[in-house]
């Protein structure tokens, strides 16, 4: 399948519905297997529940939980001359499994930083007789954004700050590795990226949920992070993305000072390198991945985006006693990826790889295997 799939620069052009659905109900099978949650949340909000860590949040919640989730994306529909996007045919299958072992389930096509789309939630959210929220999940990954107040447009430009740099990826087209040349950052592309995807947003929707009397007592609302190692530090973490990054992690420490009167607390969780839909076109993290797998799948400790967003649920968010955090009061969700051990032996396999010995020294069949996989093939 891998060599049929039409792959450009990260993006998949091609789609199966029912592969799709499959991978979906894959996660939800395996949840069922799993003891159900019991202090778990039992109202959730999950903004970005087509795919990636916002989809397995909403599918541990539900199938975990037991909870009423209320999911919101942006994906395109189905016509006549096309299929729609992989989150589409996601959402679908989800809808269609909460449904039919009567879990209250609503899904929401708009995009989440818009003032309709918060409207519409606020409207549908008392339609459906949800009760306050006692969950929101923060998980949107999109590359444009139109300031709510002033109409500005900002996009998310992946880029060095301070210099350019160069580095290698997989180029899936090819089967080959692919030599990166990045120009740093302007200005105004790390102002972009941190609008887009920094905690401003987030910010706007607990607020408005806040006021409009939507929030339970004792909330907790959970966003998506990452921070890796020295080896993907120029483009993500100390790059534009980074920036924003770490401007979502701040917005945590006010959201706190917000919800203290509630009893409610905002937190981020850093989670692992994966591959998602996200992942895929960040310059450098291909490669990374497919190293990383190879070597956390050789030492048992690999886990998938379900498997992730289970051990949060089940260990900090909802574990036993107060939530484990950082010094800067962050779920470290990373802490198997970022062991000296791994690390070591990622930066190793750096030191030899070549396009000769490409599928040896790394996990490219894993990767892309899951690459497909988000696009049903």
């Known amino acids: 399948m891998g060599a049929t799939a039409r792959i450009s620069n990260g993006i998949c052009l091609d789609i199966n519905p029912e592969g799709c659905k499959r991978l979906v109900l894959e996660q939800i099978e395996a949840m069922k297997r799993s003891p159900v949650l019991q202090k778990g949340p039992r109202s959730v909000l999950i903004l970005g529940a087509s795919g990636g860590y916002g989809l397995s949040s ?8 037991k909870a009423s989730t209320l999911g919101v994306s942006l994906e395109r529909c189905p016509c006549e001359k096309r299929l729609g996007s992989p989150g589409f045919y996601n959402n679908e299958a989800f809808d269609e499994a909460a449904t039919a072992v009567g879990i209250k389930a609503v899904t929401l096509q708009g995009d989440a930083f818009t003032e309709a789309t918060k409207q519409l939630v606020i409207e549908t959210t008392r339609a459906h007789a949800f009760e306050p929220f006692d969950l ?22 992946i880029k060095p700050i301070g210099h350019s740099t160069a580095g290698l990826t997989i180029n899936l087209s090819t089967g080959q590795l692919k030599q990166l040349e990045l120009e740093q ?7 972009g990226a941190v609008k887009v995807m920094g905690g401003e947003d987030w910010m706007l929707w607990i607020k408005r949920l806040q006021e409009e009397g939507l929030l339970a007592p004792q909330v907790k609302t959970v966003a998506y992070s990452y921070i890796g190692p020295t080896l993907t530090n120029d483009i993500y973490r100390s790059g534009s993305l980074g920036r924003a990054k770490a401007h979502l992690e701040a917005t945590a420490h006010d959201l706190n000072q917000l919800l203290k009167p509630m009893e409610g607390g905002a937190f981020v969780a850093v989670c692992k390198a994966l591959v998602t839909r996200a992942s895929a076109v960040i310059p450098a993290m291909p490669l990374y991945i497919a190293a990383l797998f190879r070597v956390m799948k050789e030492m048992g400790l690999h886990e998938d985006c379900f498997g992730q967003m289970n051990r949060l649920f089940r260990e900090r968010l909802y574990g036993e006693g107060e939530v484990l955090v950082d010094s800067e009061s962050r779920i470290r969700m990373d ?3 970022l062991r000296q051990d791994v690390q070591q032996k990622v930066t190793e396999i750096y030191q030899h790889i070549t396009n000769e010995n490409l599928r040896t020294m790394v996990d490219y069949d894993g990767y892309e295997r899951d690459f497909l996989a988000l696009h049903g093939l």
């Open 58 to 65: 909403r599918i541990v919640a539900t199938f975990g939980c």
């Open 136 to 157: 929101v999940v923060y998980s949107l990954a999109a590359p444009v954004r139109t300031d709510p107040v002033t109409g500005t447009v900002y996009r998310t430009a």
């Open 185 to 191: 950052a302007t200005e105004e592309e790390i102002v």
């Open 335 to 337: 802490d198997r990826e």
